[in-house]
């Protein structure tokens, strides 16, 4: 059971992607409302948001401020008082994802939009990472490094979905 745990917050980021579509599958299959586009990637995405943005950056945000030794070692950097900094951030995107799972559309715009940002700009310093130093540490080239690109990306086809539903009023 240990290993499982660890496992799993080890790869939290995949943990949440993958809890939050199981979520908004059971979702699915147990409300006996009309299964229509529109219902179903609705579901999809407002647990999306709760799962990989709010879940995924709240905890993001307790390891950087309440563990900043362990995160930085498992990214393979050493700590800095810039962990404070990051923590605040993922505090912030965590709550703009809480209030954006049942929020409107220009709240869900900005729930991918800034994360996004500040994933992808992982991404590019882990790979800059990869290549400059050969930091192959799990938090620098591992599951992390594939759902800072995946998890933006994702969020901006369901948000664009959602967007063409709309407006083609199909519900």
Do not use: C
């Not at 933006?152 to 519900?171: A, D, E, N, Q, W």
Request: glycine share 8%.
């Amino acid at each position: 059971m240990e290993k499982i745990i660890r496992l799993l917050l080890e790869n939290f980021t995949l943990s949440f992607l993958i809890l939050g579509f199981i979520v908004a599958g059971l979702e699915i299959v147990l409300k006996k409302e009309q299964r229509s586009a529109s219902f179903v990637v609705e579901h999809i995405f407002s647990n999306f948001l709760l799962f990989s943005i709010g879940f995924n950056f709240f905890l993001n945000f307790i390891f950087h401020v309440f563990f900043s030794q362990q995160i930085a070692s498992f990214i393979g950097w050493e700590d800095s008082p810039f962990q404070i900094e990051v923590g605040m951030a993922s505090l912030g995107f965590a709550l703009v994802g809480f209030l954006a799972y049942k929020g409107r559309s220009g709240l869900r715009l900005a729930a991918i939009t800034g994360p996004a940002v500040f994933l992808l700009g992982a991404a590019a310093k882990h790979i800059y990472d990869v290549i400059s130093a050969q930091n192959l540490s799990p938090g620098n080239s591992g599951t992390v490094l594939y759902t800072d690109i995946l998890i933006p990306l994702i969020g901006f086809i369901l948000l664009y979905i959602k967007y063409r539903l709309k407006k083609k009023g199909v519900s």
